[in-house]
C-alpha cells in the first residue's frame, strides 16, 4: 500500500529522507519500463573488472539506461521517467567511498543535474499531470547524496525547482494526490542538500534561502505562499536540528522583517496545516525578537495596519508581537507610536492603552514611558516643554494623594488636552477622570469643561467614555451650575453618542444629557428645546436597545425632555413604556417636524440591533400616513432605504418593511389627484 502524505507539516522534515528520495512515484503514475542497451565502453568511467566488481546488476542497467536516453533528442514522459529513476538507482549504492565517488564521476561527466534541471524547466507551469516534478526532485536529492552537484550548480537547479512547483496553479485546481507527494520529494531534497553540503560556513543554506526569499516576493500571491510555507518549514528543520547557529543569522537583516510580517499576514486566512508551519515560524521570531523584530517602526506600522482584522486569531496574535516588541524595545516602540503612527487613528490607540498596561506591571517600561514623556525630541514635535509633557508620567503612576495633588494644573492640563495625538489626549483625559472622581480635585478642574468638550468630536469610544464620565462627576461634586455656560453647545455634542456602537457610551451620554437638561437656565431653554425635541427619536428608539440598562436609561431621559418640553401626553406615555402611543404622540405634529423625523429614522434602519430597525420601519410606516407631503420622489427614495431590509435576517423586520414598501409602491402608482383623496382617508 502506497504510503500517504503526513497529516502534520512536520513530519515531512523529522522524517529520516533516505529511504523517502528514493522511492518511485505512487500509482497511477508508474511508467513502462524500456529495454536497456549496452553503452559504448568508454562512455562509462568504470572499468569491466570494476564493474564487475563494484557496481550491481540494477545500478549496471540504469548506467546504461541513461547512457541511451543521453542520446535521444525527444523525450516522451516515459523516457524521462526512466531517466530520472535511473539517476536515482546509480546513487543508490552502499557505504563504499571509492563506488560513490565513481558514481558521482559519472554523473558529472554526464551532466546529469543539468540535464534534470532542464527536464524541469520543459514542464508546464500551468498544470501537474505528470511525475515528473516529483522524480526529480528525488534525482536531485539522489545526486546530493553521492556529492555529483557542483557548487556553481546548486542555485540554477534550485531555481528550476522552485519556479516548477510555486508557480502551479491553486492547489484546489490540482491533483492534489501528486501534488502533496511532489512537495515532500522537495522537502526531502532540501534536507538532503543541507545535510551532504553542510560546511562550516553554512554556504548551501544561504544559497536555499537566497532563492526562497526572491520567490517571497514575486508578485504572484500562490507563489508567494508556497515559497514562505518552505521558508517556514526550512526554519522548523533548522531549529529542530540544532543547528550551530540560529535561523535569523542566515537571512539577511533586511529580509528578517519582511518574513515577519509575511508570516503575519497570512496567519489568520491559511489553511489549519499552514497554520500550523507559520505558528512554528512565529515561535522562532519570539524567542529570537532582538533578531528578528530589529525594525521597530515597520513591525509597528504592519501591526497597526492589521488589527482591524476580522480574524480574532490574527488579531490576538498581532497583540502577542506588539508584547514582546515591546518588553525588548520599550523605547523605541513608545516614540515610534507617538511619533511614525496616525495620530488620530482608534488603532494606535489600542496599541497605546495595551502598552500602557504592560507598564502597570513592568517597571522597567514604567521608567521607560516616564523618560519618553519628557523627551526633548517629542516635546518639540507637540509644542510643549519637558515639564508640561512630563506631567503626564504621574497619571501612569500610582495615584497617590500627593501624585494628585501635583497633576491638578489646570493651566498645563488644558495646554496638552489641544495636542492632536490619541494616545497623549487619551492620558490627559485618563487624568481628568481620576481629578474629577474626587471634590476637592474637580473644583480645580471644573474651568475645563469646554476644552473636554472639544474632545468629542473625536467620537472615540474610550476618549467619549471618558468625557462623560468628567462632566458627570464635575456636575456632581460642584453642582449642575458649573456647567451652565456649555450645557446647549454639550447637549448637541452629546446627540451623536446616543446611537454609538459602545453601549457603555450610549448610557453615559444619555444620562448626562439628562443632568443638562435639569441644569439649563431660562435664557438658554429657547435654544435647548430645538435641541431636546432633536433628541426624542433617538430616545424613543434607544427604548427598544438590546441593553436593559440603555433602554432604562433613555426612558428616564425621554421622561425628562417631557417635562422639560412640559409635554404632559409625551410624559404619561413615556412613564407607561407606551412605544406606539409615543409614536403617535410625537407625529400629531405640524407637516414639517414630521417629515425631519422621518429622515432623523432613515439611518436606524442600518443598525446593528434588529429591534432598533424594527422601529425605525414602523415608525416610517406611521410616519408616512401622517405626513402631508407624498410627492413620487420622497417615496422614492424611502423605498431605496427600506429595500434591503425586505431581506433582512429578522423575520420580523422583513415583515414590516415588506409591508410597507409594498404600501409606497401602491402610492406611486397612483395618480397625484387619487393618492390626496387617499391620504385624506387615512386614520390620524
Known amino acids: 500500500m502506497e504510503e500517504r502524505p503526513p497529516s502534520s507539516p512536520r513530519v515531512a522534515w523529522e522524517e529520516s529522507g533516505a529511504p523517502q528520495e528514493r522511492r518511485s512515484p505512487p500509482e497511477p503514475y508508474e511508467v513502462t519500463e524500456v529495454q536497456p542497451l549496452r553503452a559504448d565502453a568508454d562512455s562509462l568511467s568504470l572499468s569491466e573488472e570494476e564493474e564487475d566488481e563494484e557496481i550491481g546488476e540494477y545500478e549496471k542497467a540504469a548506467m546504461d539506461k541513461i547512457a541511451y536516453i543521453l542520446k535521444i533528442t525527444e523525450k516522451n514522459e516515459a523516457l524521462k521517467m526512466v ?202 521570531v519570539l524567542q529570537g525578537p532582538t533578531s528578528w523584530l530589529m525594525d521597530v517602526p515597520e513591525t509597528l506600522e504592519f501591526i497597526q495596519r492589521n488589527l482591524g482584522s476580522n480574524s480574532a486569531f490574527l488579531q490576538k496574535t498581532l497583540f502577542s508581537v506588539l508584547d514582546v516588541l515591546t518588553i525588548h524595545f520599550p523605547r523605541d516602540v513608545l516614540m515610534s507610536v507617538l511619533t511614525d503612527l496616525p495620530h488620530s487613528d482608534s488603532t494606535t490607540l489600542e496599541i497605546w492603552k495595551r502598552i500602557l498596561s504592560l507598564a502597570e506591571n513592568s517597571e522597567c517600561i514604567l521608567d521607560v514611558l516616564c523618560s519618553v514623556l519628557q523627551d526633548q525630541e517629542l516635546c518639540g514635535i507637540f509644542n510643549v516643554t519637558p515639564a508640561e509633557l512630563g506631567l503626564l508620567r504621574l497619571i501612569v503612576m500610582h495615584p497617590t494623594e500627593e501624585n494628585l495633588q501635583e497633576l491638578c494644573k489646570p493651566a498645563v492640563l488644558q495646554k496638552l488636552l489641544k495636542i492632536e495625538s490619541l494616545p497623549l489626549l487619551w492620558l490627559v483625559l485618563r487624568g481628568l477622570v481620576l481629578l474629577s472622581e474626587r471634590p476637592e480635585t474637580a473644583k480645580g478642574i471644573r474651568d475645563l469643561l469646554p476644552d473636554v468638550l472639544g474632545t468629542l468630536w473625536f467620537a472615540k469610544m474610550s476618549l467619549a467614555l471618558m468625557a462623560t464620565k468628567i462632566f458627570r462627576n464635575v456636575m456632581t461634586h460642584v453642582g ?85 418640553l412640559k409635554w404632559k401626553e409625551l410624559k404619561r406615555q413615556a412613564k407607561r413604556k407606551g412605544k406606539m402611543e409615543i409614536k403617535e404622540c410625537l407625529l400629531r405634529q405640524d407637516r414639517d417636524t414630521v417629515n425631519e423625523y422621518l429622515w432623523l429614522s432613515l439611518p436606524y434602519l442600518k443598525d446593528s440591533q434588529a429591534s432598533l430597525r424594527y422601529e425605525a420601519v414602523e415608525f416610517i410606516g406611521l410616519a408616512l400616513q401622517h405626513s402631508g407631503d407624498q410627492s413620487w420622489g420622497k417615496l422614492n427614495v424611502i423605498c431605496s432605504a427600506l429595500q434591503p431590509l425586505r431581506d433582512d435576517a429578522h423575520p420580523a423586520v422583513r415583515s414590516v418593511a415588506t409591508g410597507v414598501v409594498q404600501r409606497c409602491k401602491r402610492q406611486q402608482a397612483e395618480p397625484p389627484q387619487r393618492r390626496l383623496i387617499g391620504m385624506c382617508c387615512w386614520p390620524c
Request: glycine share 2%; with cysteine.
Open 83 to 284: 531517466f530520472l529513476e535511473s539517476v536515482c538507482t546509480i546513487c543508490r549504492g552502499d557505504d563504499n567511498t571509492g563506488l560513490c565517488d565513481r558514481v558521482a564521476l559519472f554523473c558529472r561527466e554526464n551532466n546529469l543535474a543539468e540535464k534534470v534541471k532542464e527536464l524541469l524547466e520543459d514542464e508546464p507551469v500551468d498544470q501537474l499531470c505528470t511525475a515528473v516534478r516529483y522524480q526529480a526532485m528525488l534525482a536531485i536529492a539522489a545526486l546530493s547524496e553521492v556529492k555529483a552537484i557542483a557548487q556553481e550548480e546548486i542555485l540554477p537547479l534550485l531555481n528550476a525547482c522552485f519556479k516548477a512547483v510555486f508557480y502551479l496553479p491553486p492547489e484546489e485546481d490540482l491533483d492534489i494526490h501528486l501534488y502533496s507527494h511532489t512537495l515532500r520529494a522537495m522537502d526531502s531534497m532540501l534536507q538532503m542538500l543541507l545535510l551532504s553540503h553542510c560546511t562550516s560556513s553554512n554556504e548551501e543554506l544561504r544559497n536555499i534561502l537566497e532563492v526562497l526569499i526572491r520567490f517571497t516576493s514575486t508578485q504572484n500571491k500562490t507563489a508567494r505562499a508556497r515559497a514562505l510555507e518552505q521558508l517556514w518549514k526550512l526554519s522548523s528543520f533548522i531549529t529542530s536540528n540544532s543547528w550551530q547557529e540560529p535561523f535569523a543569522k542566515f537571512v539577511p537583516p533586511s529580509q528578517r522583517t519582511n518574513i515577519v510580517c509575511m508570516t503575519l499576514e497570512t496567519i489568520g486566512e491559511c489553511s489549519a496545516e499552514d497554520k500550523e508551519w507559520a505558528n512554528l515560524m512565529l515561535n522562532v
Open 480 to 564: 449642575k451650575r458649573e456647567a451652565r455656560p456649555i450645557v446647549v453647545e454639550l447637549a448637541e455634542k452629546l446627540l451623536p453618542l446616543f446611537s454609538h456602537v459602545s453601549s457603555e457610551v450610549q448610557e453615559g451620554s444619555i444620562l448626562l444629557f439628562k443632568d443638562v437638561m435639569e441644569a439649563v437656565v431660562w435664557w438658554q431653554k429657547r435654544h435647548m428645546k430645538k435641541i431636546v425635541r432633536r433628541g426624542l427619536l433617538p430616545l424613543l428608539f434607544q427604548m427598544s436597545n438590546e441593553t436593559p440598562s440603555v433602554a432604562e436609561a433613555s426612558r428616564e431621559a425621554l421622561i425628562c425632555c417631557a417635562k422639560f
